[in-house]
């Protein structure tokens, strides 16, 4: 998969990722277009599909809301690159099909526009704008079958 990155910083909240104020739906069109509206107000106008989030350390915190993830997936980003993730927002995210990787150095090395192209299977993530390839653990058979099928349910 090849996108444009989103890049944000450290501790990403779940309140910043989709405010509370959204949670009455579980509609996955409403949340996106209100993922990350609190730090990025034109987020949803700019997001194009296959765009890659990118993010510093413990991404994902706070409540263990399924919803963060499914406005990410649903707002058109492919993959979250993040140097750490909160344990159970990476659960929740390979649950509904969104992969996600923890690549501290590729996380932080990326800047907001940059072209970025991810392999699963083969487990790495270049930075076209610096010509830079990272090394990740590739995604277990099973992980990417149920990113495939769109999530556990899917």
Do not use: Q, W
């Amino acid at each position: 998969m090849t996108g444009k990155a989103h890049k944000y910083g450290d501790n990403v909240d779940t309140d910043v990722i989709i405010p509370a104020r959204y949670l009455n739906t579980s509609d996955a069109r409403e949340l996106a277009a209100h993922c990350m509206e609190d730090i990025d107000a034109e987020f949803s106008a700019k997001v194009h599909g296959g765009d890659i989030m990118t993010a510093g350390e413990n991404f994902g915190c706070g409540s263990s809301r399924e919803h963060a993830p499914l406005a990410i997936k649903a707002s058109g980003i492919s993959c979250v690159i993040a140097a750490s993730f909160a344990r159970i927002f990476f659960r929740n995210a390979i649950n509904i099909g969104l992969p996600i990787l923890e690549c501290k150095e590729a996380a932080l090395d990326s800047l907001d526009g940059d072209e970025m192209e991810i392999d699963l299977t083969k487990g790495f993530i270049i930075n076209k704008r610096l010509g830079k390839k990272y090394s990740v653990p590739p995604y277990p058979a099973e992980i990417r079958e149920i990113i495939a099928r769109g999530g556990l349910f899917g």
